[in-house]
């Protein structure tokens, strides 16, 4: 069982490109979360999903978008980077949308130039 | 607002105990939770309080005063391989975490 998968590990884009960062969970999980980490300062919330078909947003959404076509899968779209994006990205799960344990994946390194 | 206070760095021995204390203030409260996180890795889940007292795990056990917005993550018989970052993160109303900006424990020998 691999948990949670993300993709890429790290990439370096130019600023103005778009990026999909992708991230897809195997233990049937309803509710699933991207996180940005910035050194410095605590995980903050960009968007959330707590199921198939449903997304809200969190903390800081401006910038990013996201889709939950299905239970697995749950991908992060930077339509047009920008140098401020310049951050490790964690994608995370858990049961459900309330008082349940959050598991994260490996993280997406991203820089923008 | 939200706010979590933590120390920001801690230095211990190996084989002492040391005590991680996070203080908080949240928009409601659904309970709190200690992750670790190695350098360059992912946060690992630890411990999960939602009553206050002491909830032990073995090495680790962490302690919480909802009337004092105030937790503490107790780690005994310290290893090196406990030098990492530890994460405070109580859950708001809207059952989302705020993070802390964690606590990065080093250990010498």
């Known amino acids: 069982i691999a948990g949670i998968t993300q993709a890429p590990t790290s990439q370096i884009l130019a600023a103005g490109r778009r990026m999909t960062l992708r991230c897809t969970q195997d233990m049937r999980h309803n509710a699933m979360y991207w996180y940005r980490q910035d050194l410095g300062l605590g995980l903050r919330l960009i968007h959330y999903?707590?199921?198939?078909?449903?997304?809200g947003k969190g903390e800081v959404p401006d910038g990013y978008s996201v889709s939950r076509a299905n239970t697995d899968d749950f991908p992060l779209t930077l339509a047009s980077a920008v140098p401020s994006q310049t951050s490790v990205y964690f994608c995370?799960?858990?049961?459900?949308?309330?008082?349940?344990?959050?598991?994260f994946g490996p993280g997406t390194r991203l820089t923008v130039l | 607002g939200q706010n979590i206070d933590q120390p920001t760095e801690m230095t211990a021995t190996e084989g002492a105990i040391v005590q991680i204390n996070c203080t908080y203030q949240?928009?409601?409260?659904?309970?709190l939770f200690w992750y670790q996180q190695h350098a360059g890795e992912a946060p690992t889940f630890l411990s999960y309080?939602?009553l206050d007292g002491l909830e032990e795990k073995g090495r680790f056990s962490s302690f919480l005063s909802r009337s004092k917005g105030y937790s503490y993550l107790l780690l005994k018989e310290l290893q090196m391989k406990d030098s990492a970052s530890y994460l405070c993160?109580?859950?708001?109303?809207?059952?989302?975490?705020?993070w802390g900006a964690g606590t990065k424990l080093i250990i010498k020998p």
């Open positions: 309080n939602v």
């Open positions: 993160a109580p859950m708001d109303s809207n059952y989302q975490l705020i």
């Open positions: 995370a799960s858990s049961d459900t949308g309330g008082a349940d344990t959050q598991y």
């Open positions: 949240t928009s409601g409260f659904n309970g």
């Open positions: 999903s707590n199921t198939a078909g449903t997304t």
